[in-house]
Nanobody, 119 residues
Framework: QVQLVESGGGSVQAGGSLRLSCAAS????????MGWYRQAPGSQRELAAV???????NYRDSVKGRFTISRDNAKNTVYLQMNSLKPEDTGVYYCNAETVGGGAVSIYWGQGTQVTVSS
């Protein structure tokens, strides 16, 4: 089992910045992809950004150039730096981690952290 603990959410005005952090508890299996998903009220949960264990990244188009995902494998921590925030970035942000062990893939989720961007 892997527990994910998020921090860093809050309320900012449009154009502001926030940095989210997500620390994973010690895992007996290697953590591969780590990512951030978000869910706006009344909407489906969507991928914002993902980073592989070797540092490759992928972003949804609407956050490219504004968000930066990074990770520290030694600390099992993933970060999301969010700049030039827009009201449409508002939502609950969930950390996600994938492990592979015994031929099985397991997906874990954090509890979510609220991000509110006002115009």
């Amino acid at each position: 089992q892997v527990q994910l603990v998020e921090s860093g959410g809050g309320s900012v005005q449009a154009g502001g910045s926030l940095r989210l952090s997500c620390a994973a508890s010690r895992s007996n299996t290697a953590i591969y992809d780590m990512g951030w998903y978000r869910q706006a009220p009344g909407s489906q949960r969507e991928l914002a950004a993902v980073v592989t264990r070797d540092g490759s990244t992928n972003y949804r188009d609407s956050v490219k150039g504004r968000f930066t995902i990074s990770r520290d494998n030694a600390k099992n921590t993933v970060y999301l730096q969010m700049n030039s925030l827009k009201p449409e970035d508002t939502g609950v942000y969930y950390c996600n981690a994938e492990t592979v062990g015994g031929g099985a893939v397991s997906i874990y989720w954090g509890q979510g952290t609220q991000v509110t961007v006002s115009s």
